[in-house]
T-cell receptor, first 115, second 109 residues
Framework: GAVVSQHPSWVICKSGTSVKIECRSL??????MFWYRQFPKQSLMLMAT?????????EQGVEKDKFLINHASLTLSTLTVTSAHPEDSSFYIC???????????FGDGTRLSIL | DAKTTQPNSMESNEEEPVHLPCNHS???????IHWYRQLPSQGPEYVIH???SNVNNRMASLAIAEDRKSSTLILHRATLRDAAVYYC??????????FGKGTKLTVNP
């Protein structure tokens, strides 16, 4: 149980385009979802916290107009990287939880490469 | 969230037990100790968590010191699939996880 699906698993696109990444909890309802970014040989950095039906809370230094998060239902959150540039190339990972002290369950990540 | 300290890397042989240490001297009374691991090119995977008592599950055991200032994740018989970066994280009232650098575990065949 507790499966989180992330799609796509990898994407390559041209500079200036927007990219949408989906995160779905397949067998549970997630009250909270999180988006992380991980650069090569570094640890995960939390970008934002997302609750269903409300605006995402962004970490300091993360541009909310560049990284649009929509949490439309208890099983789906999306991250859109708008006007992507090469410096946005990274490994983006989502997680979902039923809340409280319960574990976070992670997707397999999306490797984004901007040319 | 309180900070944790882990060795950068550890090495083990296949089918031997592995003890991964974590120091958290500034832990507060309401902080849970969580362990996650990340295999190469994958998202992290939940391993185990505990508050005060030792915990066991199908993946590992968590031994928590009596003063709670340190803990040890125990893999009873390491396999090649256990090669990963292991993160020890304290969680208090917030749902957020703050990842440190973790311990990179190498398992030798």
């Amino acid at each position: 149980g507790a499966v989180v699906s992330q799609h796509p698993s990898w994407v390559i696109c041209k500079s200036g385009t927007s990219v949408k990444i989906e995160c779905r909890s397949l067998d549970f309802q997630a009250t909270t979802m999180f988006w992380y970014r991980q650069f090569p040989k570094q640890s995960l950095m939390l970008m934002a916290t997302s609750n269903e039906g409300s605006k995402a809370t962004y970490e300091q230094g993360v541009e909310k107009d560049k990284f649009l998060i929509n949490h439309a239902s208890l099983t789906l959150s999306t991250l859109t990287v708008t006007s992507a540039h090469p410096e946005d190339s990274s490994f983006y990972i989502c997680s979902a939880t039923t809340g409280g002290i319960q574990p976070q369950h992670f997707g397999d990540g999306t490797r984004l490469s901007i040319l | 969230d309180a900070k944790t300290t882990q060795p950068n890397s550890m090495e083990s042989n296949e089918e031997e037990p592995v003890h991964l240490p974590c120091n958290h001297s500034t832990i507060s009374g309401t902080d849970y100790i969580h362990w996650y691991r990340q295999l190469p090119s994958q998202g992290p995977e939940y391993v185990i968590h505990g508050l005060t008592s030792n915990v066991n599950n199908r993946m590992a055991s968590l031994a928590i010191a009596e003063d709670r200032k340190s803990s040890t994740l125990i893999l009873h018989r390491a396999t090649l699939r256990d090669a990963a970066v292991y993160y020890c994280i304290l969680r208090g009232g917030s749902e957020k996880l703050v990842f440190g650098k973790g311990t990179k575990l190498t398992v030798n065949p």
